[in-house]
Structure formats: structure tokens, C-alpha cells
């Protein structure tokens, strides 16, 4: 909590043209594999620099985003993307015949005790950033539960020395996760351990808590982030921080929060208390009682969304310090996953007055924060009913207007978060950007 950011030191790694093909060639011939992936991924990785830059600085940098496109050797990630069926089922044979190897908790305990080489080793060092994107900082909270190296994973790919990240772990995580994300935040100032974790448990209060916990945290830092997402470890981005940071220019202190009504706000969930029952092993379980819960305070109407969303300062503001916002979360306690009804409900009613809240119809109005699949085609595989994507998936991923997508696991499928790794990375290096009159036209922004 104490660590924050700010940064003035100018650095760059430049690998010559040359060098990098030289890495690309001597490893392919060795035979892809995934630390085949990793080596080459970091060693084309720049460290950002401020200042001005020369003309043959500039140019050598044009020919090093042209170039250093190739992050993933085993298979050719722009076909994928693409849609190229015969690629794709190349990719699936390939990850058929070969296992992921992932990195354990022991491992990043070595790997950190030297902080400067991790970042260079993993990647996790800062692109060049636009103006804008410095004087536009985001905070981030990162939940995750034992699955150290896929919240790296994420971290990565939207690291940047202006932002500020909250990392959660459960409180009944495995003492060496716990070991393995302390380790791996020492290295930096922006990116911190929540001061106060919850034991999260599925459905729970608790996984409420666990977000309010970290915008506490972040509202605490002398950072002056202009909006805060909220992200499981299991998302990754769509869009590059320029995209995000223009984005969230043009919704100008808009909270960008999903908001249901009508039959499909499950209502059972809320008009019922529901109470948890400790288990010998394991965590508590939540089970719906015959009490019929207590109406909302302040004449509050429920609303239905999503655990995640994009929400603004003072919105944060809002949740922490608003009287009313406090009262309703103490309603909460006894709401089943009450995380998607207090987001929801707190931006959708308009008498509570919550800064960038929505004044109209909540269906009315698209929401962006994240794509996931419901029931729909999956090219991956369905858990809990949401779809875990695939490769398969990627060419209509990359053409969504949401700005991040739930949701990857590290080992299913690993190519898909790989190939997606290396379509951002590529975009980043060279600051494409997304049309954006299609936000500029969006219901629910400020003008």
C-alpha cells in the first residue's frame, strides 16, 4: 500500500533486427515448444523510455514493430486469428500432442529474486506510452484464487507504469500462492497485495467484498487513476491500453456497469435471505431460507448486471464513502451472488444520484466492459455454463466492441490466450486503434 508509482527513468533494449531472427531460427530448428514461446516472446520485448526521440531512433523502431510480429513459433497465430480452418485444426493437433508446461509457485520465489531480470525474463515491462495514456492512469483489481502464473499472464498485458493494480487472493489459497504473488509484486510500486483478503465463497458476500477491499486500497494511493476495472484472472484484453485509455475519454466519467430488469433478474436470489453453512472441509456453502427478505433501503429498486464492470472515480467514490451506497451494501449480505445486483442496482437508480450512473431504461444501453458466452457456439469448452474459449474462438473475439473477454484457462487450449497475447502485442507496438465513432454514439456517455 505504501508503494506507488511514478516513473522518469528513461531506458530502452533495442535487439537488432538481425539478433531477433537469429532467435527466432535457432530455437524453431530445436523444435517448438512452449519455453520456445516464452524465450522468443520476452526477447522481443522493448522497456518504454520518455523523452524525445531521434529520427534514427524512430526509425529503427518503425522496422522493429513491422518485424517482431512471430511471438508463437509452433503455429502461425495471424491465420488463426483469421479464421483459417486449416490452421486452426493444425493448432489443435499440435496442443493434442503437446502438454503446457507451466510455471510453479517455487519457481517464481527464484525467478523474482532478481526483479530487474524477471521483468526482462516475463515480459512485464512498459511499452511506450502515447501523452494521453500517461495523464490517464487505471486502476486495476486483479481476483484470483491459485492460478499465479494466468494472473501474470494478465498483468502483462495491461502493465503500464502510470496504472496502479490491486491483486486479491483468497484467503484460502495455498500458503506458496500466496508466497508466489508477494513475490511477484515486491518487484514493483504500482501492483499491491489488497491489505485485507476475503475467504471468497461462490455466490458470496465475499466476493463483493473482495473488490470494495481493493478500490479502498487504491482510492488510498496517491495516484489520481481516472477509472477502475475490475478483472478476474481468467479475463484477458480485446483492446490495447491506448484503446482502452481513448475509450474511456470519450465515456467521460460514464460508469460502464451491465443492468438487467424484467424476467431475467432471477429474483428468488434477492427476495429470499440466504444464509451459509460452514463445511468440515472445504468452504461454507450459501442455501437459499423461506424468510422472505426485508424490502431495499431508500426506496432502491433492484437491478441485475454483471460482478464486473468499468466504473469511475467518484462512482468508486461513491461505494466507499455514500451513506446510502453503504446501507444497501449491509442489505447485500443476505443476497445470493449479490456482486451482480450491487454494481447494477447502485448505477441504475437514478434518485441515489451515483456519478456516472445511467438515467435511462438500463436495457436501453449496450454494455462493453466484457464479452463472455452464454449457451452460445463455443469453440472451447462450457464450465458453469460459460463458454472457456478456444482457438477456434479468436476470430471473433478480436472483432468484438467489448474491451476484455472472459474467459481462458492457461491450460486448456493454451495456444488461444498465446495467440491472443501476440494479436495485442502486436496491435500495441503499432498503436492501432479501433474505430471509435461506434463509442462516441453509446447511450449512457457524458457530454
Not at 334 to 344: C, G, K, L, R
Request: with cysteine; proline share 4%; net charge positive.
Amino acid at each position: 500500500m505504501s508503494k506507488i508509482v511514478r516513473r522518469k527513468t528513461a531506458v530502452v533494449i533495442i535487439f537488432s533486427v538481425s539478433s531477433f531472427f537469429w532467435i527466432v531460427n535457432h530455437y524453431s530448428s530445436s523444435g517448438s515448444d512452449w519455453r520456445t514461446f516464452s524465450f522468443v516472446q520476452n526477447a522481443s520485448f522493448r522497456l518504454s523510455f520518455t523523452g524525445t526521440q531521434t529520427p534514427n531512433e524512430t526509425h529503427r523502431e518503425k522496422v522493429l514493430t513491422r518485424k517482431l510480429r512471430r511471438l508463437v513459433t509452433a503455429v502461425d497465430c495471424r491465420r488463426i486469428i483469421e479464421g483459417h480452418k486449416e490452421e486452426i485444426a493444425m493448432a489443435t493437433t499440435w496442443m493434442t500432442n503437446h502438454s503446457k508446461n507451466t510455471i510453479s509457485n517455487a519457481e517464481y520465489l527464484n525467478l523474482t529474486s532478481d526483479c530487474k531480470a524477471y521483468k526482462r525474463e516475463r515480459g512485464l515491462i512498459d511499452f511506450i506510452v502515447t501523452e494521453d495514456e500517461e495523464q490517464f492512469p487505471i486502476a486495476y483489481s486483479i481476483l484470483m484464487y491459485q492460478e499465479v502464473e494466468q494472473m501474470e499472464r494478465l498483468l502483462k498485458a495491461i502493465y503500464r507504469l502510470q496504472n496502479i493494480y490491486c491483486i486479491h487472493v483468497d484467503l484460502s489459497s495455498p500458503k506458496e500462492v500466496h508466497n508466489a504473488v508477494n513475490a511477484i509484486t515486491g518487484c514493483f510500486d504500482n501492483v499491491f497485495v489488497v491489505s485485507k483478503k476475503e475467504t471468497v465463497i461462490y455466490a458470496g458476500f465475499t466476493r463483493l467484498q473482495a473488490d470494495i477491499n481493493c478500490m479502498a486500497d487504491l482510492l488510498q494511493t496517491n495516484v489520481e487513476w481516472k477509472y477502475f476495472i475490475n478483472l478476474p484472472s481468467q479475463q484477458y484484453p480485446i483492446k490495447t491500453n491506448q484503446e482502452i485509455v481513448k475509450i474511456l475519454q470519450i465515456y467521460n466519467g460514464a460508469n460502464d456497469i451491465e443492468g438487467i430488469t424484467g424476467n431475467r433478474m432471477l429474483p428468488y436470489r434477492f427476495k429470499y435471505v440466504h444464509k451459509y453453512v460452514p463445511q468440515d472441509k472445504g468452504k461454507a456453502t450459501i442455501y437459499k431460507t423461506n424468510i422472505t427478505k426485508s424490502d431495499p433501503p431508500h426506496n432502491i429498486s433492484i437491478v441485475k448486471g454483471s460482478a464486473y464492470g468499468i466504473f469511475s472515480r467518484n462512482f468508486v467514490r461513491f461505494i466507499i464513502y455514500d451513506e446510502k451506497a453503504r446501507d444497501f451494501l449491509e442489505w447485500c449480505k443476505e443476497v445470493y451472488s449479490p456482486d451482480e445486483y450491487y454494481w447494477a442496482t447502485l448505477n441504475h437508480n437514478p434518485h441515489l444520484n451515483a456519478p456516472g450512473g445511467f438515467t435511462g431504461p438500463p436495457e436501453e444501453k449496450r454494455w462493453l466492459a466484457v464479452f463472455a458466452k452464454w449457451g452460445e457456439p463455443c469453440q472451447g469448452k462450457y464450465v458453469r455454463g460459460v463458454c472457456v474459449f478456444g482457438v477456434g474462438d479468436l476470430h471473433e473475439l478480436v472483432a468484438r466492441e467489448e474491451l476484455f473477454v472472459n474467459k481462458f484457462h492457461l491450460t486448456y487450449q493454451p495456444l488461444a490466450l498465446d495467440c491472443l497475447e501476440e494479436w495485442l502485442y502486436n496491435r500495441t507496438f503499432n498503436s492501432e486503434i479501433v474505430d471509435l465513432d461506434f463509442y462516441r454514439k453509446l447511450p449512457f456517455i457524458l457530454k
